[in-house]
């Protein structure tokens, strides 16, 4: 089922006639077009685009036969409400969490006696949960160049290195290979710096036995990637080994408990208990994983509190981790793809 007919289900569901989308995120999943600066308006008719001169050349070309383009002259909100009239739109869903409040006013005032608006919560959220074959396969290729990043940069690590000079390379490399950009603010930690789970690269300069955390992700088509790896420049201490494996069996332990109709919370339990077992539970500080997608951090959540059930399609990283306050932290992070029976490890081809 296409994407514009789940979310006139899902319209129908909540007994709604039409759904303004403020969200970029949500309206890049809707039209697979990105764009920072647009509405859009969905009905029983169809979808109405919401845009300025600055993108609707593009839109009228890249939304053909998907969405009936609105050329704003003026104010946006009037000219959502205005089309509101038009459909004859009473019960209209907005996004409770993505319209700032002037702009709901906005365009209340401009609708017609007998229509107004409803706050939701998540409609689309839900929908981008489950990936379709066209988004599978642009988060492959986000991933094919992560891999390339991977491996090009481990010529770069040794002995005087900054970690922002790292940052500063791959960013450089992925958009070489085709990436938009990074999917997030790059993180390299050497030695004690990698205690900190989401440390940024400063001008620190890597020393012989240290640890080497990176954790990066691109950004190809407005699907992303997430992968973190860990290096040692040198000689491996003992404890360092200890934790890696105890991180790596954690991680493994998890992905055996993916499946269709898993609890989202029991995969996280999985590597949680045995980290905790092996005396590091505390020093374990975040969840398990997250949905990713248009959003690097998206539903579904793999935590201890996540209500989520999995479903076939949903793609999310599995990353757990130790971090030592004042030694180092060790994360090992792949992303996974949940098949038919049990799962697809979608990064399994970079070393770990």
Do not use: W
């Not at 240290?210 to 992303?224: C, R, S």
């Not at 989202?264 to 905790?276: C, E, G, N, T």
Request: glycine share 8%; aromatic share 10%.
């Amino acid at each position: 089922m296409s994407t514009t007919l789940l979310l006139k289900k899902e319209l129908r569901f909540n007994g709604l006639d039409g759904f303004i989308v403020s969200s970029s995120p949500n309206t890049t999943y809707l039209t697979q077009f990105p764009n920072s600066d647009a509405y859009l308006l969905a009905a029983a008719s169809g979808l109405t685009y919401f845009t300025d001169s600055r993108y609707t050349r593009e839109a009228q070309k890249r939304l053909k036969g998907i969405a009936q383009i609105k050329d704003i002259k003026g104010s946006a909100f009037k000219a959502i409400a205005e089309s509101c009239t038009d459909l004859g739109l009473k019960r209209i869903g907005f996004e409770e969490r993505h319209l700032p409040y002037a702009e709901y006013k906005r365009i209340k005032k401009g609708l017609y006696p007998g229509a107004y608006l409803i706050p939701t919560h998540g409609i689309i959220e839900e929908l981008r949960q489950v990936k379709s074959a066209q988004e599978i396969a642009k988060i492959r290729k986000a991933l094919e160049i992560t891999a390339l990043a991977i491996e090009f940069i481990k010529d770069f690590i040794r002995p005087g290195v900054k970690e922002l000079e790292i940052a500063a390379e791959l960013e450089r490399f992925i958009r070489y290979q085709g990436a938009m950009g990074s999917a997030f603010d790059i993180i390299v930690a050497f030695g004690d710096n990698s205690c900190h789970p989401h440390h940024l690269p400063t001008t620190r300069k890597l020393t012989p036995n240290e640890l080497v955390l990176i954790d990066v992700g691109v950004d190809y088509l407005g699907y992303k990637s997430d992968l973190t790896r860990v290096f040692f420049l040198g000689k491996i201490n003992s404890l360092a080994r200890r934790i890696y494996e105890i991180v790596l069996k954690a991680q493994a332990m998890a992905i055996k408990k993916i499946k269709p109709g898993a609890r989202a919370s029991l995969v996280d339990a999985a590597s949680r208990k045995y980290i905790a077992a092996k005396g590091y539970g505390k020093y374990f500080v975040h969840s398990l994983g997250h949905g990713v997608g248009i959003n690097i951090h998206e539903e579904p959540s793999i935590s201890s509190k996540s209500e989520d059930i999995l479903k076939e399609g949903m793609v999310f990283t599995i990353e757990p981790g130790v971090y030592l306050p004042g030694k180092f932290g060790i994360r090992i992070e792949d992303m996974v793809l949940v098949t038919k029976k049990r799962c697809e490890v979608l990064s399994g081809s970079i070393n770990k």
